[in-house]
Structures are given as structure tokens and as C-alpha cells.
């Protein structure tokens, strides 16, 4: 519940501040704003801004697409971006962030799941080498490791969907060392 009224607030501030900051003056004239009327053509007057599309993959890479809108209607605008949190807001920039419950673009295409040198679990962008390593989660331990899972870290796994990036995850959890503790 307190969730839905921060973002509903912060939905009602940004509205207000796109409808009473926009209105600036350029050299004495007016260069945009929403329901202004230019008192030469008696017409509105769109609001330009950019747009900058966050998308947050499970795999914690983050995309962004940048958008130049025209702003005809502020309830459009925000209709048009309701599935989207509003993170910053300016004079002319938006941004939004979205969570996407898959794996990045790069990891599909390209993303291998493989090991270090000393045992970490890694996702390297290509066949693993120390070089090109994109993630690297957790130590496994090698002893405790089945040969042939052993010989598929070394030689690269794929990632290709989001079912297997969570499935190697799991399957490779099992093998962790755990940490001791000092007391």
C-alpha cells in the first residue's frame, strides 16, 4: 500500500512539475508550454523533451534507450509510460526504469557461463577467458565437482534463455564453499 501512494505522490509532484516548470523564457519569449497559448497564433505550444528508457535485466545489466517525445498532452505522456517508474525528472529529461524478469540481450547472444582460474562461477561475454569476463558470482568447490560439469565450466556453457541462465545457477549452487565464520 505504501508503495502504490510513493509512486502515486511522486506521479502527482512530477505531473505538477512538468506542467509549471516547462514554461521558461528564451531571450524573452516563450519557448514551450503545455496548455500556454502563444498569444501571436492562439494555438498550444508542444513540450520537447528526451526520454531516457532504463531497462534492468535479472542479470543486473541495465539498457538504455533514449526517446525524444513531443509532449501534445500531459496525460497521454503518462499514460503512454504508466508500466515505467519515473527515477529523475529535469527541465527537458526524463528517466524511466523498468525491471525485465529476463536475461540482457548481450547474455542471450553471447553470454557462456564458465569458471576462473580459482573456482569462481563466471558469465564471460564468448568462450571463457580471463579477459572477457562480464559476472562473477560465487567460489565453487572443484573437488567436490563432477568431471564432465567440471570439463563444461572449462569449456563454456551458454546461456541462450533465461530458464538456463537460472537452471546453471542452481544446478552450480550446490557446489558452493561455504564461508566459515570467525566467532
Do not use: C
Not at 511522486?10 to 516547462?22: D, P
Not at 528526451?50 to 531497462?55: S, T
Request: avoid cysteine.
Amino acid at each position: 500500500m505504501r508503495t502504490r501512494w510513493l509512486r502515486f505522490s511522486t506521479l502527482i509532484l512530477a505531473f505538477m512539475f512538468l506542467e509549471t516548470v516547462f514554461i521558461y523564457s528564451n531571450q524573452g519569449s516563450v519557448v514551450f508550454a503545455e496548455g500556454s497559448q502563444d498569444n501571436s497564433e492562439n494555438e498550444f505550444t508542444p513540450i520537447e523533451v528526451k526520454v531516457i528508457l532504463e531497462r534492468v535485466y535479472l542479470d543486473g545489466e541495465i539498457s538504455q534507450e533514449i526517446v525524444k517525445e513531443t509532449i501534445w498532452s500531459m496525460e497521454d505522456f503518462w499514460a503512454k509510460y504508466e508500466p515505467w517508474h519515473l527515477i529523475d525528472m529535469e527541465e527537458k529529461k526524463v528517466v524511466f526504469r523498468q525491471q525485465v524478469d529476463d536475461i540482457s540481450p548481450l547474455l542471450k547472444s553471447n553470454g557462456y557461463f564458465g569458471i576462473t582460474e580459482d573456482g569462481t562461477l563466471t558469465i564471460f561475454n564468448g568462450k571463457p577467458h580471463k579477459y572477457n569476463i562480464i559476472q562473477s558470482f560465487f567460489q565453487i568447490d572443484v573437488g567436490r565437482l563432477e568431471s564432465t560439469k567440471h570439463e563444461e565450466l572449462k569449456k563454456g556453457i551458454p546461456i541462450m534463455n533465461k530458464n538456463r541462465y537460472v537452471d546453471v545457477l542452481e544446478t552450480f549452487k550446490n557446489y558452493t564453499i561455504q564461508q566459515k565464520q570467525a566467532n
